[in-house]
């Protein structure tokens, strides 16, 4: 079993995180001595913020139902008394042209159904995480994407946009992946304006992990290297 805490350490350092990476796991029952949320979420993504701040906890379906697009991302099906409350949602995104109808099939979802939603800081995880979620500053969005690149993990999607939650899915299928967010997730989470997501499967973390320690220090000479050809070769 690998050392969270210890992963959790070496990431927030090599990337100078404010925020501790978040651990999901999807789980197929629900696990022993973690608490259970209680409680309503407007959405899914709300349980990230949670756990960035140091809560242990687990979801099962009910608790996703507030949001037609993570119940989706999540493979929960609603209850018939809640979808006509999800499809008046989505005809608003659909008359906003926020998403198109064509583009719901396409949008990553879960391969199968969890039974529980285990969220946690990584150093605190009580299960192997299936995903583990980072939220970045640029600078360190750079040596992430350059450390997964390395890993041969990720890199073949594009950066994420809308809605955020299919990053992880995505990234369960494709490696590492990339998500600017969306409007939804940025006010219920309340990041900052300049950061943005990485996910990293959970089966690929120490391989990334190793990748960043080569691409943090090879940066950090071709810093210096880069400040002294920008001081002999400026013209003033």
Known sequence: MPNWVSLETE????LQLKRSPVAVS???????GVERFSGSSPAGCTFWRLASEGRVFYTVASDHYNCAIGSHTHNFSLPPELAKGAEQTLGMMFQLEYV???????IPQLASTPAAVVYAPLGRTPAAPSVVLFLCPASSAMLLHEAATHAGSGGVLPILGRPTCMALPAALQKGTVA???????????????DEMYFVVPGADLERVLQSLKVVAAANAALTQYARGRLIQLSVS
């Not at 990431?11 to 090599?14: A, D, G, I, N, Q």
């Not at 999807?26 to 022993?32: D, G, V």
């Not at 998500?179 to 304006?193: A, D, K, M, W």
Request: with cysteine.
């Open 26 to 32: 999807f789980l197929e029952k629900t696990p022993e």
């Open 179 to 193: 998500s600017l967010g969306c409007i939804g997730n940025r006010v219920y989470t309340g990041i900052n304006e």
């Open 100 to 106: 198109r109808p064509e583009e719901l099939p396409q």
């Open 11 to 14: 990431f927030t350092t090599l």
